[in-house]
């Protein structure tokens, strides 16, 4: 399994952006996929996660509300929209492929995409 994530950049306080993640793997809809995160200098930590159908959501505190997380079985592709964006959001995004449903520790997921940074000025 291979993940390549997108859309990352530089935008204000209180912009938006939408991270993409591709798959190359057959059988996407088996996996839970998530996005973490790393800022500078810290520990990866969890942001968001959907299932298999993308019935399914759950989020870090610190996000619920302004990022949603969402799949396209069709195209292999998991997004997550950022909106209201903080300078605390600064970090680099991974997307990640997984079996166990929604969890929010990286040890859980078997596949990790190469990241992409998200700087948010204040």
């Known amino acids: 399994v291979q993940l390549q994530a997108s859309g990352g950049g530089l935008v204000q306080a209180g912009g938006s952006l939408r991270l993409s993640c591709v798959a190359s793997?057959?059988?996407?809809?088996?996996?839970?996929l998530g996005w973490f995160r790393q800022a500078s200098g810290k520990g990866r930590e969890f942001v968001a996660a959907?299932?298999?159908?993308?019935?399914?959501?759950r989020a870090a505190d610190s996000v619920k509300g302004r990022f949603t997380i969402s799949r396209d079985n069709a195209k292999n592709t998991v997004y997550l929209q950022m909106n209201s964006l903080k300078p605390e959001d600064t970090a680099v995004y991974y997307c990640?492929?997984?079996?166990?449903?929604?969890?929010?520790?990286?040890?859980?997921?078997?596949?990790w995409g190469q990241g992409t940074l998200v700087t948010v000025s204040s």
């Open positions: 959907i299932s298999w159908s993308g019935g399914s959501t």
């Open positions: 990640a492929a997984g079996l166990q449903h929604l969890s929010i520790y990286t040890y859980n997921y078997e596949y």
């Open positions: 793997v057959r059988s996407f809809d088996d996996y839970v």
